[in-house]
């Protein structure tokens, strides 16, 4: 019999479905990660080569900047030969959205709040976007909000990010255009998943979760994994885009953990592993380390224990695919369960590597779904 899915804490919230690009957007398809290249647009050889490291580290749709013309005009080169597809990231001048739409791109951020007389650009946004079958994210942003709400409320309140995308999405509505998806960033999580939790209440748009301007790479990596991580237990969110102040490739690794975490994408490398204590009779840290670094690239799914104790060795190391309990300056290898072997503890990671790699091949063999390994390590 196949196994049965993961268990999730929530359904997805039903939405309204999207192709961007050749990626499902929306309930009825994965939750994607996103991220946004730090180059200059207009330099493709080096815009291409970012979106080729994102693409190798697991991202799947990513976002490139449009400030200027040259930044348009080397649109239809990148959106051609990237990989994964391109979001055109519009601010200030609605030009370049109809320039992102002619270029091929898999779909146009646009941020109503900073661009000059949107509204009356709608209806010509939204026949262009239509016959060419391009998605439009309206993306709210806390320090962009449009100044008509800032004055009705104050701030950018939950209710002022809704009531700006909703305002946004009933114009293109009016024209008939519905392929739409929306972000309501904000810096604080709390506003920020208020903000999501309103809105999914009031719009059935497939939502792009972010927290704007989350801060350096530990900062910015908790906030987003506390808020994706109370949005997504509901069933809220359908794309994601982790912010730092760090090279891009890490908020999709970050992005990809937190998806990982939730059960909402098959599970890669996990490392699980105790803070040591005084009980501690090897250095789990080391071992933890690398353990990690032998495994790096390993394309099956595999659990791996690394125990530094007594306490909790034996028991995590029978859960796992693969464990070792360390004590006494030796470890108990475990597969599957079963004590395959006791080695001295200078042994300890290469045994572990040896075995990993063994269990792999099976695992191939047997037809299992490629992805990272999964290692704890405890």
């Not at 990231?89 to 000059?116: E, L, M, S, T, W």
């Not at 395959?340 to 590597?353: A, D, G, R, Y």
Request: hydrophobic share 40%.
């Amino acid at each position: 019999m196949p196994a049965s899915p993961p268990p999730v804490l929530a359904p997805r919230r039903k939405t309204r479905q999207l192709d961007v690009g050749g990626v499902g957007v929306g309930s009825d398809s994965p939750v994607s990660v996103q991220s946004m290249c730090t180059t200059k647009t207009a330099d493709i050889n080096a815009t291409l080569q970012q979106i080729a490291e994102l693409t190798a580290s697991g991202c799947q749709i990513v976002r490139v900047a449009v400030p200027d013309t040259d930044d348009a005009e080397a649109l239809p080169i990148i959106a051609k030969k990237s990989q994964i597809p391109v979001i055109a990231d519009i601010h200030f001048q609605p030009r370049y959205v109809f320039a992102a739409i002619d270029a091929g791109c898999a779909a146009v951020r646009v941020n109503p709040g900073n661009i000059k007389k949107f509204d009356d650009k709608v209806g010509e946004i939204a026949r262009a976007a239509k016959y060419a079958g391009t998605p439009i994210r309206i993306g709210v942003n806390a320090g962009s909000l449009d100044r008509r709400l800032l004055a009705k409320y104050g701030k950018a309140t939950p209710e002022a990010l809704v009531e700006s995308a909703l305002w946004e999405c009933s114009l293109f509505e009016e024209h008939d255009f519905r392929d739409i998806k929306i972000s309501v960033k904000h810096n604080d999580p709390v506003i920020m998943v208020r903000a999501y939790e309103l809105l999914a209440q009031q719009c059935d748009y497939p939502l792009h979760l972010g927290v704007t301007e989350a801060g350096p790479a530990f900062q910015g990596t908790i906030k987003s994994a506390v808020a994706f991580g109370a949005l997504l237990s509901q069933g809220i969110g359908d794309t994601i885009r982790v912010s730092l102040s760090a090279p891009p490739a890490e908020e999709v690794k970050v992005g990809n953990q937190i998806l990982e975490s939730l059960n909402l994408r098959q599970r890669g490398l996990e490392i699980v592993s105790c803070p040591s204590c005084g009980r501690a009779q090897v250095d789990v840290y080391k071992l933890a380390n690398e353990v990690t670094a032998g495994l790096e690239g390993m394309e099956v799914p595999l659990r791996v224990a690394v125990m530094g104790c007594v306490v909790n060795g034996p028991g995590e190391a029978r859960e796992a695919d693969l464990g070792v309990a360390s004590g006494n300056g030796k470890g108990q290898i475990f597969v599957k369960g079963e004590v395959v072997k006791t080695v001295p503890e200078s042994m300890i990671v290469e045994t572990l590597i040896e075995e990993a790699m063994r269990i792999a091949a099976e695992q191939v063999a047997d037809g299992t779904p490629s992805g990272a390994p999964v290692v704890t390590v405890s």
